[in-house]
Structure formats: structure tokens, C-alpha cells
């Protein structure tokens, strides 16, 4: 099984490379001030801790997966952690508390439920591990019991497909391209693309409650999924297959998002659609943030039947990062012209302010071509924001770069640069201050800590009620306090979230990074409620120990006001 | 507090009348047989248990509520029952198992966060009861402790209202018409109209996983719900008021259709839109089920963007009844011949049978006509099923006479003739055959009993992976054996939906009706799930005891394969 790397993000032969990037490094300085220097270290000095391949459960495990349980170094260290920046910044500086004892890599639901009465009984941790692309530290061992990580990429297989029901069942192993490529050859999608689709499951998404970049459109993962299976130690969960039912409450909702620490989702049946025949994606100018905020919200209530698939806001920090990341040009008269002309109308004619200016992406993904008249209306409601239209310039930049992006925070630790993200949701009410607030407060509290800092945001997942503002931070990091400068800044984000009608995260999952907040996201009763849904289901514990709830956690800085 | 009829649904000034319906009766008689002779009782010679108002218990409610504390018969009697078929069975044969000892009717969370407590101490049961419509027996008396129903009707009021989000937080207790009425002074709606609408409360709802007649274009009720507040015997519970989260599950889904068992809900923030200023609605006859079936199935597929509101397909009998049940109009001469006209080319042109026509409503409610155009495509799409255009005249019809139906039931009991309905949801893959089984198994079924029983369905809340049916039975009863008879009859309907890959309910809850079904709905670790997360929120077992999950249901006849 191909892995991702182990100090990094996504594939081996991939990374963020500026050479043709010329306005990438002084835009890098201009913000952060100098770079430095802070090299991966050579996988030989890393040392990981050792397996207990002499006990009884390492035998058992043997008779139950035969070749298929590593210990070896590389494939423990690659399932030691996800791709938090906690993460990257733990294997740079060396620090893997706990790898997992055992990587396993089931064929079947039976060798699953055999693992699981194994692990109960010799109270074993189990950890599932899907494209390991998570953010939030969900599949870091914790405690210290034996952890054996179950690698679900064996499981990838199209079980079934229903062309009536327009309903495929998946096992959940299978990667992103893995999924759509199987459903490609039918002529169908499932339409969810998370920045992390190309190394990151079904089971994955299912497990953290993900969402895709055309969530406008088709949803989130918890409207796309019918039924699903899961595997917990207490016996198998098989949830009805229909569209909707009224008995009780709905077994599958509550699964989702459980991010293994009930059990392992096995398969799903997922609803799919005919692949659309026709992408195109246009760009506009705001003279700021709050503009184009106006500009989603009118779509959604003037002509909603306009919406696209992808509805994306940049603010002033992320647009001139779109913009200093593009790749250079030959020059070229008449474009090169036409650009200028269009700068000089932008802030002559329309008075732009370029600091402030706000890049908004709209893109369509439709069976055949009604977007033209959509983008018409679009042009002519925004028109009152006083926009600029840039046309479907950036459409293929956009497809060709879009998973490019999670690269970059291993681009930028090379160079002693942190770079993370927090994304919440709220209402639309509320959504401008909360902008404001966590802009301007984020501001200070790198003055206060004497940090050069920039901190922006987006705003993607638009709802009736509101939207997600996802942000972005980065600062030039300093020795000895990389990991206190991080827990401070990451929790002062949150905690802004906190206090400012938002929660802890809108798609990214809480895993072990954000269960300092969870009390917050589901309220007193809702933490005892889950942890009497973990007594029933896991009754030993043994399921992805402290992630959404934690007795034991470590004290790390935590924000207070 | 105005109460729906002790003994029957709705208004004491409302019932069925088919004095100028001269075509229902002799319908009636060709498909049940002759008709006999079932009344009320007298109220007067209605005995039911006496409360204790002598307990220390009733002592502490007083102080609570003061003169909101109803013990008189007519209040207690009211909120006995539901309007189950067997809830309306059981009071026209004077059988009254368990009367609520106590009525009361808070008027705030703090009202009833005091009530639990005091409950919980003396182990006193507590049924909230909203509308009181709920047709599965959702708020009935069980077991020995003395019982407690809340009426939440004096909680009916709008709190807040966000119209940057497009929300508005309402007390639980508003029936349907103060939701909207409400909400229509604003110039917003919430879309939802189940047949109970006049009747039924916000709370009730939410409680009961509901869904309207315009679902397929708003969703049902947890689409509908951004959030919501509890009152459970452990404290308090508020959901986050967003539009999404990740952190762990939804504690609002879990709650929702909790149907009391685990809290009162006291209020909720709801998703509204702008009051639709056109509504039309449309008729369309099939040459058959079956066929009307493919057509809804291929508009979901070929046309999406052209979805009505609504969509529901009757069935030949429940087409036929509903023919039978229309008003005599006064001869007119142009009419009369078109509609002859009509007929014979149905007949002679399109080769239809009579027996097996099926009627078709689509109905659109938009903010403007884009409706005609989309009727347009629809015609040409569904004129490959060889349908008959009907046009706009049962528009009228259709909204005049929509919340008519459910007193029906009672007109058929005064003539001792049984009528109910078993609802279910399906895939589309397998819609036809679960329709077939169904039919042709429960006919078989009456002959084996020896009655002379209709059934009859209609097709409605379609989903991109299937669609709803809604199952219609009646005969004429027998003396002695009518509740005998009506337990074999629904127990093998609802049995049938099990055997061929559908659920107890699509949208009329659990209660104490389905319970016998809940396993096979939950899976059996669903149903452990459930009873742990109540024993955390419930821990003396006092809300509504009994429903979704029963322990020590009598028995009644079940339905064995």
C-alpha cells in the first residue's frame, strides 16, 4: 500500500515548488519577515518505541492477518500521526511519543470483528486509519495500553450499485480517486472533494463528518450517505437502507462523525449522481470581505436557483496569496495591457482599495450548460457590490491547482514558517463580526506575543442560515518555543470561535486537537450522552481512545481570556 | 385551551358530511359491504381512573402551576389517547385503560425544569402532549405509576427572529396555523404541512421526526431545525445554533424524534423563506400505478431543476376514492360532455382501464410563476408514460379539502367500518415490488380473515434514492372482534414492510404502535444505544415511559410469518 510521507503531506514525488513563482518570496517576507531553516530530520535518528512481538495478542494477530501486520519502522512511523501541524511540527523536532504497536491491513468485516474481540479481551487500543490525511490529531495513539492501528486501504472495493436508486455501496478503504474512479466507469460521481480528496477514504469522511468543496450543491457527507456498516466491539451496526424513517432516532446520523472511537465504518451506501458533462468556474472582484460576504448572501436569497456547485470568498491576506502562488507568465502584450487597463478601471473608476480587494470563485458543475445564464444573473445581482468580473480565466488554474494547497505547510516548515487552519461555522447574522473579531484579535495577540503574524480567511459551505469562515494563520517560528507559540495562537482562534456564537470546527473534526472545546460544541449533557453511546458500544475502551472526549489529556497552553 | 374532540380528530364543529357527496356511500358499500352502526358513548357513562389528589406529589404541582393544574375529567380524558386508530377503537367501546392523573400547562422552561425534578422525586411519569394528533399512540398512559401530561399549548410564541439567517425561534407548543401566522405577519413561512397541520405543535413535530406535504421541496422537519432547547430530567440541553458542525455527532439529531421518551421540547430555531406569492396545483391520470411510479421516478432523474413542491401518486382504489369523495357539482352542460369526451379518449384513444387509473397532484409554491414552464417539460416528459393531463382544476379542490381527510375515520366508525394507514419508505430500485407485496399479501390476508377489507396507497416525499408509501386499509367490523381484527391487519402491514426491505414509518413515529418493530428499524445495538442514552438523560425512567422501546408491552396479536 503506497503511503504519504512520513514527515509530510500527500505523495512523494509532490511538492510546492516556486522556481516559477517569483512574487512567492518576497510576498513570503514581506509578511513574515526573514525565513529560516528547519530540515526534516534524517528518518535514521528518528526513534520510534518498541513492539511487544513476543505477547500473546502479537500472535493472535498473526493467526487472524498473517502478512498483512507491520511492525516495521516505516509503516508505524507513517501511521504514528495525521497531518495536523502539530504533527509535521512533532516529526521535524523529533518527538513521536507513541507509535502504535501494530499496523494491521483487514480484507474483510470477519477479520475486523475478530481484531476487536482480540483487542477486548487483551485491552489493546485500536485506531482506524483510513488516508491518515486528518488534521486534528484523530489517529494519534494515546495512553498506555498496546495500540494497534487498522489500515482500512485493503477495503476499497464498489460492492454494489443501484442505477434506479442512483446508490453505490463502497467499502470504506477507497481513497477519493479510488471512489470516483470506480464510479467514473459507471457514469456516476458521489461529488465530494475535500482538499485532502486525493489521500483521504470514505470511511475518513464518514468517520469526521467531512465536507467537499461543492457542498453548495450536493451536500456534506452526512446527505450523501444512506446506510452504512460498522464494526464496533460490541457486535456489528448494519443501519436501514432507505431514504427516511420516523422510529426513534437515526442510528446513522449518530455514527457519523464518530471518528473510530465507537468503531470502524466497514462500507457505506452512498448516493451518486450522474457525473456532470460541463465545469466552468469564474472569478470576481470585491472591493472587500464584507462586500462579497453581502454578494453569497443575496445569491442565496434572491436567486437561489442560481447557486453554483462551489461558492468561494477570499479575503484581502488569502486573495493576494492566490495571487502571489500563481505561476509567472511570458510576458505578452495585449494580456499584459488588458491586465493594466483593467488595475487602472478598478481603482479609477471603481475605487478600489487593493489591500482590501476580496477574490470570489464561483464554479458550476452541471449535466449541460445552464450556467451561462446563471453567471448572467449572478453579474447583474453583484453588479450593487460595485465587483469586477473577471471572467473564466481562472477556471483552469483553479481545477489544476486545487489540490496543491495542503502542500504548502511543509514548503513553509522548511523554512521555519508555521502555517495552520481553523474553520468554523455560523449564522449569517453573526458572520461579519465574527470575521472582525478573530482578524483583529489575532492581530493583537501576535503583538502581544511578539510574533510577526498574518492571519485571513475564507468563506466556502454556504447554508439558508449561514456559512463557514475557514482561517488561516501563519508566523515566522522561533527555536525552543515552536510548539508554545502554536498551542497559544491555535487556541486563541478557537476559543475566539468560542466566544463569538461559532463552533470549534465546521468540517475538520475535533479528534485529540479539539476536545478541549467539544463541552462547547455539544453542551454538558451531550458529552455525558456520547460517553454513554461509547460505554454501550465500547464498553472496553479500546476504540480510538481520548479523541472527542478526554479524561486524561495532557495539559497543553490553552487560551484563557 | 381549545381540545380537539374527546372521541375524534379535530374541531367539535368539523366533521365529515357526504350529503352532497352522492357518490361516497354507494362507493363505500361496493368495496366494505353494508354499512352498521358504531356510536359514541355518552360521556357521562365514560369511567376513568380517579387521580390522587390527596398525594404530597399534586401538593407540590399546585405550587408549581397554581390554577394551571387540571384534574376534571374532560381535560384528563382528553389527554389520554392520541387519534390512533386504536385510540378511537378503544373510546367508542368505552375502554379507557389509564387516564393522566394530572394535566398541567407550563408556561416557561423554568415551569418545567421544576416539574422533572418534583417527577423524578416521587416517580411520577410525564407525557409531553402537544396537539395530541400523534396517530401511533405516542402520548398514552403505561404502566402503574401515576402520570403527568404536559400540554405545552401556552408555550406558542415567536421569540426571535433573524432575518439576515432566515430563522426564527418558536415556542413548541404553536400549533401548525400560529407557527405560520406568525411567521405570515413577518411575510415567511415554514413550509410544513403535515394532514395534521391544524393540530399538531411545532414540538410535536420535532419529537416525531415529521414531514409536510411540500418535503420533497423543503425537506422535512430535521431538515428544518437548526436548533433546538430540551428540558430533560438531567438538565437542560440548548444545541449550537449553526449551520453545521464536526465535532463529535449532532445532539440535535439524536433528539429529534425522541418523542418525549427523553426530554420536553420547549423550543426551536427554525430555517423560514419569504412567503411563496403563487401556488398551483395540477392533476395528471396514469394509465396505472406502476406507471405513475416510472414518471415521478423519471422526473427526479431527467428534469430535477422542474421538482414540484409536491408530488403524490394515488393508487386505482385511493384514486377512486377520492373521486367517490368529491362534492356533486350542478349539471352543466359543456362540462359534463368535455369530461364524457374526455373519458371515451382515455378509453377508446390511450386504451386505459378504469380500475387501474391512477390519479396524479403536482403542486408548485414559488415566489413567482416559474411554475408554467416547468409544468411544460413535465408534461412532455411524463407523456411518455401515456398519462392523461388533467390540468389546474383540482387545484382548488386539492387546498380546500387538504386537512379534510383525517375525519374521515371517525365517519367510517359511526358506520362500523375500520379505516387506517401504515406509511413506509423504500428505494426506488425496490418501490414497485414492496407496492405489490403489500397490496396482494394484505387482500390475501382479508380472505384468510374472512373480511371484506380495501387497501389502497399513494406515493409521496421522494428522495433522490426513493420515495414514501402511504398504505390505506378498511372493512366492516365484527362485533367482538374488532380490535382482534385490527391488530392482525396492521401487524401484518407493518410486518410486510420489514420483509421486503422497508421501515415501520417513513414520518408517523414510533410510540407504542411500532414498538413491536423498533429492533428491526434500530438494529439491536441501535436499540441498546437508545437505552443507555435515555438512562443518562431519563435516570428514573420517568418521560413517557414505554414508547419506541417497551420492555413489558402486553401482548397483543403480532403478526407471525
Known amino acids: 500500500m503506497e503511503q504519504q510521507k512520513w514527515w509530510g503531506w500527500g505523495s512523494y514525488e509532490k511538492f510546492t515548488c516556486t522556481k516559477n513563482r517569483s512574487l512567492f518570496e518576497p510576498f513570503l517576507e514581506s509578511k513574515v519577515g526573514s525565513t529560516g531553516d528547519f530540515p526534516v530530520p534524517d528518518l535514521d535518528t528518528i526513534e520510534i518505541t518498541k513492539s511487544d512481538v513476543d505477547s500473546k495478542f502479537f500472535f493472535d494477530l498473526c493467526n487472524i492477518f498473517e502478512e498483512r501486520v507491520s511492525t516495521d519502522k516505516l509503516t508505524r512511523l507513517t501511521h504514528t500521526y495525521g497531518k ?237 496569496l492566490s495571487v502571489a502562488f500563481k505561476e509567472d507568465k511570458k510576458p505578452n502584450f495585449i494580456k499584459d495591457n488588458t491586465e493594466s487597463l483593467a488595475k487602472y478601471y478598478m481603482k479609477k473608476v471603481k475605487g478600489f482599495d487593493f489591500d482590501e480587494v476580496s477574490l470570489m470563485i464561483i464554479g458550476f458543475d452541471e449535466p449541460h450548460d445552464s450556467y451561462s445564464k446563471k453567471v448572467k444573473k449572478i453579474k447583474k445581482l453583484w453588479s450593487k457590490q460595485n465587483c469586477f468580473f473577471l471572467g473564466d480565466s481562472v477556471s483552469e488554474t483553479f481545477w489544476k491547482t486545487k489540490y496543491d494547497f495542503p502542500y504548502i505547510r511543509d514548503y513553509l516548515l522548511d523554512r521555519d514558517i508555521a502555517g495552520d487552519v481553523s474553520e468554523t461555522s455560523t449564522t449569517w447574522e453573526n458572520i461579519e463580526k465574527l470575521y472582525d473579531n478573530v482578524i483583529v484579535s489575532t492581530e493583537k495577540e501576535y503583538k502581544r506575543m511578539g510574533l510577526k503574524g498574518v492571519v485571513g480567511c475564507h468563506c466556502s459551505h454556504t447554508y439558508e442560515a449561514g456559512a463557514s469562515l475557514y482561517f488561516t494563520f501563519g508566523w515566522r517560528q522561533r527555536d525552543e518555543k515552536r510548539e508554545e507559540d502554536y498551542n497559544r495562537v491555535k487556541s486563541k482562534v478557537q476559543q475566539l470561535f468560542i466566544d463569538n456564537k461559532a463552533v470549534p470546527s465546521h468540517h475538520h473534526s475535533c479528534g485529540y486537537e479539539h476536545n478541549d472545546w467539544t463541552e462547547d460544541a455539544l453542551g454538558t449533557l451531550g458529552v455525558e450522552t456520547y460517553a454513554s453511546i461509547k460505554d454501550t458500544l465500547d464498553p472496553d475502551g479500546i476504540m480510538n481512545p481520548e479523541k472527542i472526549l478526554s479524561k486524561n489529556k495532557p495539559a497543553r497552553w490553552k487560551y484563557k481570556k
Not at 108 to 130: N, Y
Not at 168 to 174: D, K, L
Not at 271 to 280: A, D, L, Q, S, V
Request: charged share 20%; with cysteine; aromatic share 8%.
Open 84 to 320: 495536523s501541524f502539530r504533527d509535521l511540527l512533532r516529526v521535524r523536532e523529533n518527538v513521536i511519543h507513541i507509535s502504535p504497536d501494530y499496523v494491521v491491513f483487514p480484507d474483510s468485516e470477519e477479520e475486523i470483528s475478530s481484531l476487536l474481540k482480540l483487542a477486548s479481551e487483551h485491552k489493546v487500543s485500536v485506531i482506524p486509519f483510513g488516508g491518515g490525511t486528518n488534521i486534528v490529531g484523530s489517529v494519534e495513539s494515546v495512553g498506555d495500553r498496546p495500540t494497534c492501528v487498522v489500515s482500512l486501504r485493503r477495503m476499497n472495493r464498489l460492492l454494489e450499485f443501484d442505477k434506479a436508486s442512483h446508490t453505490a455501496t463502497v467499502q470504506c478503504g477507497a481513497l477519493g480517486p479510488e471512489v470516483e474512479s470506480q464510479l467514473g466507469e459507471l457514469g456516476y460521481t458521489l461529488g465530494h472533494y475535500p482538499d485532502s480528496f486525493e489521500f483521504s477514504t470514505l470511511g475518513g469522511w464518514i468517520a469526521t463528518r467531512s465536507s467537499g468543496m461543492q457542498s453548495d450543491k450536493y451536500g456534506n457527507i452526512e446527505d450523501m450517505v444512506l446506510s452504512l456498516k460498522m464494526v464496533t466491539p460490541a457486535g456489528e451496526i448494519k443501519t436501514v437502507n432507505v431514504p427516511r424513517h420516523s422510529i426513534g432516532f437515526s442510528v446513522k446520523d449518530l455514527l457519523l462523525g464518530s471518528e473510530g472511537t465507537l468503531g470502524i465504518i466497514t462500507q457505506a451506501t452512498i448516493n451518486i449522481r450522474e457525473t456532470p458533462n460541463t465545469r466552468k468556474y469564474y472569478g470576481f472582484l470585491f472591493p472587500n470581505f464584507h462586500s462579497g460576504l453581502r454578494a453569497m448572501h443575496s445569491l442565496k436569497r434572491g436567486i437561489p436557483e442560481c447557486s453554483p456547485t462551489t461558492m468561494r470568498l477570499n479575503d484581502p491576506f488569502k486573495t493576494q
